[in-house]
Nanobody, 127 residues
């Protein structure tokens, strides 16, 4: 069982930056065996994939709309995954969720591959 908790959301203007953090309950070596991901859900829209980082930290995947603006990373010593978001736009407004999957899901961009989810943190970007 892994518990993940998000933090770092807020309200910003377009062009600003935010960094989200996801704290995982598993200790260091075990944490590194989980693929971690960020998803987001805007009001009245489906939950969508944002970014993932592989179980060994070597593979990063991004949805096209955030490539070049968002960077996902993980720190095994602190059991934390981060999402650095730059040049935020109003269309980035959503609740952002952290997710964890043991080892490597077949499709890291599919929500069905993740077992553990956080409660979400709100990001609001005004124009």
């Amino acid at each position: 069982q892994v518990k993940v908790v998000e933090s770092g959301g807020g309200s910003v203007e377009a062009g600003a930056s935010l960094t989200l953090s996801c704290s995982a309950s598993k200790p260091g070596p075990t944490f590194m065996r989980y693929t971690m991901a960020w998803f987001r859900q805007a009001p009245e829209k489906e939950r969508e994939f944002v970014a993932s980082i592989g179980w060994n930290g070597a593979t990063e995947t991004y949805t096209d709309s955030v490539k070049g603006r968002f960077t996902v990373s993980r720190d095994s010593t602190e059991n934390i995954m981060s999402l650095e978001m730059n040049n935020l736009q109003p269309e980035d407004t959503a609740t952002y969720y952290c997710a964890a999957a043991w080892s490597s899901p077949n499709d890291p961009s599919s929500a069905t591959g993740y077992t553990y989810w956080g409660q979400g943190t709100q990001v609001t970007v005004s124009s």
